[in-house]
């Protein structure tokens, strides 16, 4: 089993920053990505940011310039600074970790925090 603590949401007008953190613990060989989503009122969940092990880094456009994804490898944990944040930016945001949990898994294990809440005010 592997545990995400998530912190770092909050209120914030718009054109401010957040910072969100995530720290993966538990049952962990190897993080092959680690990353974030995010999930609107009525909307599907969808991909924030993330990175890869063989170092592959993805952005949604819609945040590309403005939110930076980082990582702490000693620390299996994960972080987005969010700048310029908008209205649109409002939403869950997820923590998603897919691991090896020990060296003779045979297939990868995907889990998700429990989400923080990220408001911005227009």
């Known amino acids: 089993q592997v545990t995400l603590v998530e912190s770092g949401g909050d209120l914030v007008q718009a054109g401010g920053s957040l910072r969100l953190s995530c720290a993966a613990s538990?049952?962990?060989?190897?993080?092959?990505?680690m990353g974030w989503y995010r999930q609107a009122p009525g909307k599907q969940r969808e991909l924030v940011a993330d990175f890869w092990s063989g170092g592959l880094i993805n952005y949604a456009d819609s945040v590309k310039g403005r939110f930076t994804i980082s990582r702490d490898s000693a620390m299996n944990s994960v972080y987005l600074q969010m700048n310029s944040l908008k209205p649109d930016d409002t939403a869950v945001y997820y923590c998603n970790v897919v691991v090896l949990q020990t060296a003779y898994s045979r297939s990868v294990s995907t889990y998700w925090g429990q989400g923080t809440q990220v408001t911005v005010s227009s």
């Open positions: 538990g049952s962990i060989f190897s993080i092959k990505a």
